[in-house]
């Protein structure tokens, strides 16, 4: 059974700083690879698109990169913002089942 | 470009009663899912739809739950009779090639 472990589950961190947010499937053959934001109460608002035929993808301040050996992939934020305070999900394609699979989220909490 | 619609945003019931949500697509999205997001899970698949064809309703709990997508846009979700642990939110989103964009979401609270 396919399944997908985010790490850490919760996260605080001060203003300003930099983060890792890591998603890792048991199943590498993974394609396609989206990260979301979901803010309390809404739905999950797409924030990066990793296709099969790509490594990485940048938006803003946002970097996701994809390691399809190992069945990992991270989302980079850079000088984090109180804004930026959500829950932030993963989901990948599993080459072997055709499902799309999401992992279970990490709250991150930005102080100022 | 409008996103996903969703309706109701929330809605209340008792166990046994009914309920049904529905979804409006992204125009041109020929893949519409249907989610269940329990609190503190990522969402779970209900049914996928590629038009208006099922593509994949395994995780579908077919005694309780039924979906269409009539003329390949809208699509309504029901549930009857519903249950305690039917308590989550309904998540729909569309896709056109690979992205997946998610509405607001249904929140059923059953009682």
């Known amino acids: 059974k396919q399944e997908v472990t985010q790490i850490p589950a919760a996260l605080s961190v001060p203003e300003g700083e930099n983060l890792v947010l890591n998603c890792s499937f048991t199943?590498?053959?993974?394609?396609?690879l989206q990260w979301f934001r979901q803010d309390p109460g809404k739905g999950l608002t797409s924030l990066l698109l990793i296709q099969s035929s790509q490594r990485e993808q940048t938006s803003g301040r946002l970097n996701a990169s994809l390691d399809k050996s190992s069945g990992r992939s991270t989302l980079y934020i850079a000088a984090s913002q109180p804004g930026d305070s959500a829950t932030y999900l993963c989901a990948g394609y599993s080459g072997n089942t055709g499902k799309l699979i999401f992992g279970q989220g990490t709250t991150l909490q930005v102080k100022p | 470009e409008a996103g996903v619609a969703q309706s109701p945003r929330y809605k209340i019931i008792e166990k046994r009663q009914s309920v049904a949500f529905w979804c409006n697509p992204i125009s041109g999205h020929a893949t519409l899912y249907w989610y269940q997001q329990i609190l503190g899970q990522g969402p779970k698949l209900l049914i996928q739809f590629q038009n208006n064809g099922v593509v994949d309703d395994s995780q579908l709990p077919k005694d309780r739950f039924s979906a269409e997508r009539l003329k390949g846009v809208d699509s309504t979700l029901k549930i009857q009779p519903a249950k305690l642990e039917d308590s989550a939110v309904y998540l729909c989103?569309?896709?056109?090639?690979?992205?997946?964009?998610f509405g607001e979401g249904s929140r059923l609270t059953v009682l």
């Open positions: 989103a569309s896709s056109l090639v690979a992205e997946l964009f």
């Open positions: 199943d590498s053959a993974i394609y396609n």
